[in-house]
Structure formats: structure tokens, C-alpha cells
């Protein structure tokens, strides 16, 4: 009988893990289904990017909630490199709150959603508010979901493109894995374009962790560590916050996860470190930035057991303590690419967790503590805001045409 990632099906099926697993152990070949995707339709989503990305004055924001703001913050430094402009990475949930802030300035904006359901109130709200504050607002939505909010909203706009994830990556589980994966891969190939090459190195590179490492993240989980702390920089600095995430909801919140840069761990954070603290360093294949990771995990050596230390590298042979996870034939790729694989190590550590402890994976909280999609969140107009606060603050919107986003009406616009 065949496993999933080293265990019977039967076993997964018992502890409710079957959907976490199954998820975990596609992601390979859902990218391989993204790529061809990208391959064959993503002519529409270039036309559609092409005259924005021509505009200098074009800032782009990366969005979402939860692991979906994350796959922003990985893929924004390196959209700043690429395409040599201005590119953040704002929460839906910062951008709910102050949206007044988040969009100061009224320049011509491109707003990338990404979003599993495309249900999720913050999601669908951003993405009006962004229209309702911005003079000029483009979308570009990427989501799992066909049937989401989000996507219908924006399906018909001339100023809006979506871009849908193969339905495999609608994850059924809890926790976000090959849906966190599926559209960091999917905004990296609308963004940067095409790349059958890359796509199958990265595949090919995750398949191997999947058939390596699933044991040794089963015997980290049996040294009952109460923390985990999770260090990469730029582009893996969102890898680390997705990790910790990870950690946080496969457990249900009873190991301590945390996420830092490898500068920034030094000033105050580093006071987490215990013999019961494990650290998964992710290094960098950028030449400079992976000198720090370096230090610190010199530094590390110096201060924790080498059992408690593991490093995620894509250059074999680095000095990395008594635990190396080598991602093979990607030593040479940006880190968002790199990314990809990379965060399959936190997630067999977070399932392997969760099983230890005796949880169910697929619902860590069945009495629904925590929801898959966030529920409870009342969504304030905000005109009504204004006026409660005293301030008099114009928003502004393009002129309505039709087919456009600018055609919602200001009901819906403060849904």
C-alpha cells in the first residue's frame, strides 16, 4: 500500500490528517499544473499588465490576509529588484483598518489580491476601498476560488484581470500549504512571466524533500520542543512568518512559534532561546544577505545544543550544525523562487507537531475557536468613520464607466 509522506492513509484518515497530507505532498505537481497555465492562458494577464507596468509612476501592493499577506511579503523584494519600482507588501487587515494611511498617496496603484477563498471580509473590502480611496486602481486577483466573492466581483471589470489556481489548490485542510505555495508561484509567473524551466527545478527540488525529510520532521516533533523559531531575511523573511504561522495553527496554538530576520533576532528576540527551542534557519542564495545567515547560525552554535538547530539551504556542503535540509538544483534562483520548496520543511514540522501532540491536523480547533475562513469580522463603512471622527476627508474614485470597477455603487463600496 502506498503512504503520504511516510505514513499509512488509514493512519491519516484516523487522526484526521488526510487533507493536510494530501495537500502537502501535490504541491509538486500543482505547480507543474500552474506553470502550464501560465504557459498557455497567461497571454490575457501580460496584455493586461503590460501598458500599467510601462507606467513609471505605478505602485504596485501586494495583499491579502493571514498566509495570503505573506505570499506578498516574499514576493515583494523581489519585484523590487526585477521590475525596478516601487513594491509593497500591505495586509487586507492593515488596509481595513487605516486605509487612509495605506493609500496616502493618490498614484496610479495596481492592486494584487491574494486570496484562497476569495470569501474572507477583509479580502473583498480592501479591494473596494482601494477603488473608493485611488484616483486610478487596477486589480489583479489571484485565488483558488471560482466560485469566491472576489472573483466574481472582478471577473467582468476592464480594469481588473483574474488569475485562477488550478482546484487543487483550493486546500480543504486548515492550514493554507498548497494554496500559500500555488499562488506565490502563480503572482511570480504573471509578474515575472513564464518560466517552464524554473517551475520543474522547483518541482523536481520539492519532490526530493518530500521523500527525504518527512522522518526527520517526525523525529524533531518527538523531542517535545515547546518553541520554535524561525530566521530568514528579504524574501524568506515572509517565509519565516509563514512558518511560524504554520506551527501556531497545526497545534493549535500550543507550541510557540516565532519569525525574525537574522539581523534583527539579535536585538531582543534572541531572549526566547531555551534547551526546549528549536531553529529552522532558512539561508538566502543571495550572495550577500546569506552572509548574515551564516553569522548567525555560527552565533546559534554557540548558544543551543546542534540537535536544536536546523538549516533550510539550497548550497550543500554549507556549514549549517547537526541538521541540513538541502534543497538540490536551485542554489542559483531568487529566493521568492526558492521560497517555494523551502516552506515544505515548515509544514511536515508543523503536521509532524501536530500529530505528536495528538491533534487533529486538518482541524486543530473542532470546537471553532479559529476558523478556515475568518468569521465575526464587521466591516465599517467609511464614510461613517469620517464623520464619527469629525474629520472631513474627500475620498476619490475614477469616473464610472462601464464594465469597471468604478461602476460599483457607494452602497456596495462600503460593504
Same mark, same amino acid.
Given at each position: 500500500?502506498?503512504?503520504?509522506?511516510?505514513?499509512?492513509?488509514?493512519?491519516?484518515?484516523? *487522526?484526521?490528517?488526510?487533507?493536510?497530507?494530501?495537500?502537502?505532498?501535490?504541491?509538486?505537481?500543482?505547480?507543474?499544473?500552474?506553470? *502550464?497555465? /501560465?504557459?498557455?492562458?497567461?497571454?490575457?494577464?501580460?496584455?493586461?499588465?503590460?501598458?500599467?507596468?510601462?507606467?513609471?509612476?505605478?505602485?504596485?501592493?501586494?495583499?491579502?490576509?493571514?498566509?495570503?499577506?505573506?505570499?506578498?511579503?516574499?514576493?515583494?523584494?523581489?519585484?523590487?529588484?526585477?521590475?525596478?519600482?516601487?513594491?509593497?507588501?500591505?495586509?487586507?487587515?492593515?488596509?481595513? +483598518?487605516?486605509?487612509?494611511?495605506?493609500?496616502?498617496?493618490?498614484?496610479?496603484?495596481?492592486?494584487?489580491?491574494?486570496?484562497?477563498?476569495?470569501?474572507?471580509?477583509?479580502?473583498?473590502?480592501?479591494?473596494?476601498?482601494?477603488?473608493?480611496?485611488?484616483?486610478?486602481?487596477?486589480?489583479?486577483?489571484?485565488?483558488?476560488?471560482?466560485?469566491?466573492?472576489? !472573483?466574481?466581483?472582478?471577473?467582468?471589470?476592464?480594469?481588473?484581470?483574474?488569475?485562477?489556481?488550478? +482546484?487543487?489548490?483550493?486546500?480543504?485542510?486548515?492550514?493554507?500549504?498548497?494554496?500559500?505555495?500555488?499562488?506565490?508561484?502563480?503572482?511570480?509567473?504573471?509578474?515575472?512571466?513564464?518560466?517552464?524551466?524554473?517551475?520543474?527545478?522547483?518541482?523536481?527540488?520539492?519532490?526530493?524533500?518530500?521523500?527525504?525529510?518527512?522522518?526527520?520532521?517526525?523525529?524533531? !516533533?518527538?523531542?517535545?520542543?515547546? *518553541?520554535?523559531?524561525?530566521?530568514?531575511?528579504?524574501?524568506?523573511?515572509?517565509?519565516?512568518?509563514?512558518?511560524?504561522?504554520?506551527?501556531?495553527?497545526?497545534?493549535?496554538? *500550543?507550541?510557540?512559534?516565532?519569525?525574525?530576520?537574522?539581523?534583527?533576532?539579535?536585538?531582543?528576540?534572541?531572549?526566547?532561546?531555551?534547551?526546549?527551542?528549536?531553529?529552522?534557519?532558512? /539561508?538566502?542564495?543571495?550572495?550577500?544577505?546569506?552572509?548574515?545567515?551564516?553569522?548567525?547560525? +555560527?552565533?546559534?552554535?554557540?548558544?543551543?545544543?546542534?540537535?536544536?538547530?536546523?538549516?533550510?539551504?539550497?548550497?550543500?556542503?554549507?556549514?549549517?550544525?547537526?541538521?541540513?535540509?538541502?534543497?538540490?538544483?536551485?542554489?542559483?534562483?531568487?529566493?521568492? !523562487?526558492?521560497?517555494?520548496?523551502?516552506?515544505?520543511?515548515?509544514?511536515?514540522?508543523?503536521?509532524?507537531?501536530?500529530?505528536?501532540?495528538?491533534?487533529?491536523?486538518?482541524?486543530?480547533?473542532?470546537?471553532?475557536?479559529?476558523?478556515?475562513?475568518?468569521?465575526?469580522?464587521?466591516?465599517?463603512?467609511?464614510? !461613517?468613520?469620517?464623520?464619527?471622527?469629525?474629520?472631513?476627508?474627500?475620498?476619490?474614485?475614477?469616473?464610472?464607466?462601464?464594465?469597471?470597477?468604478?461602476?460599483?455603487?457607494?452602497?456596495?463600496?462600503?460593504?
Amino acid at each position: 500500500m502506498s503512504t503520504v509522506l511516510g505514513h499509512d492513509p488509514d493512519y491519516l484518515r484516523r *487522526r484526521g490528517a488526510v487533507d493536510t497530507s494530501r495537500e502537502i505532498a501535490q504541491q509538486p505537481a500543482v505547480w507543474r499544473q500552474i506553470g *502550464r497555465l /501560465a504557459a498557455e492562458s497567461g497571454a490575457a494577464t501580460a496584455a493586461f499588465l503590460k501598458p500599467l507596468l510601462d507606467r513609471p509612476d505605478l505602485r504596485i501592493v501586494l495583499t491579502g490576509a493571514g498566509t495570503s499577506a505573506y505570499v506578498g511579503e516574499v514576493l515583494a523584494p523581489s519585484l523590487r529588484r526585477r521590475l525596478g519600482r516601487r513594491v509593497d507588501a500591505v495586509a487586507t487587515t492593515d488596509i481595513v +483598518a487605516d486605509p487612509l494611511a495605506c493609500f496616502a498617496e493618490d498614484v496610479p496603484t495596481l492592486l494584487v489580491s491574494f486570496a484562497r477563498s476569495g470569501d474572507s471580509p477583509e479580502s473583498v473590502t480592501a479591494a473596494e476601498l482601494a477603488t473608493e480611496v485611488l484616483t486610478d486602481c487596477w486589480h489583479l486577483v489571484v485565488t483558488c476560488n471560482e466560485q469566491g466573492r472576489l !472573483a466574481g466581483q472582478h471577473a467582468d471589470r476592464s480594469t481588473s484581470q483574474v488569475v485562477l489556481l488550478p +482546484a487543487a489548490a483550493n486546500d480543504r485542510g486548515f492550514a493554507m500549504t498548497s494554496s500559500f505555495t500555488g499562488m506565490l508561484l502563480a503572482g511570480l509567473l504573471a509578474l515575472g512571466g513564464p518560466d517552464d524551466l524554473l517551475v520543474e527545478r522547483l518541482a523536481t527540488a520539492a519532490e526530493q524533500l518530500l521523500a527525504t525529510r518527512p522522518a526527520a520532521a517526525a523525529d524533531l !516533533a518527538a523531542r517535545g520542543h515547546s *518553541r520554535i523559531v524561525y530566521l530568514g531575511s528579504g524574501s524568506l523573511h515572509g517565509v519565516a512568518r509563514e512558518s511560524a504561522l504554520k506551527v501556531l495553527e497545526l497545534t493549535a496554538g *500550543r507550541v510557540v512559534a516565532l519569525a525574525e530576520s537574522a539581523l534583527a533576532f539579535r536585538h531582543g528576540p534572541k531572549s526566547v532561546l531555551d534547551d526546549q527551542t528549536l531553529v529552522v534557519s532558512y /539561508a538566502s542564495n543571495d550572495p550577500y544577505t546569506s552572509q548574515y545567515d551564516r553569522d548567525m547560525v +555560527a552565533e546559534l552554535l554557540r548558544v543551543i545544543p546542534e540537535r536544536n538547530l536546523v538549516t533550510v539551504t539550497g548550497h550543500a556542503g554549507q556549514p549549517a550544525g547537526d541538521n541540513a535540509w538541502t534543497l538540490t538544483g536551485i542554489e542559483d534562483v531568487d529566493d521568492a !523562487a526558492l521560497a517555494l520548496p523551502a516552506v515544505i520543511c515548515a509544514q511536515l514540522i508543523g503536521l509532524q507537531f501536530s500529530l505528536a501532540l495528538g491533534l487533529t491536523p486538518d482541524n486543530p480547533f473542532p470546537g471553532g475557536e479559529v476558523n478556515r475562513v475568518v468569521q465575526g469580522a464587521i466591516m465599517h463603512p467609511l464614510s !461613517a468613520s469620517l464623520r464619527a471622527g469629525g474629520q472631513q476627508v474627500q475620498t476619490r474614485a475614477a469616473p464610472a464607466r462601464t464594465g469597471d470597477r468604478a461602476d460599483v455603487s457607494s452602497d456596495a463600496r462600503r460593504r
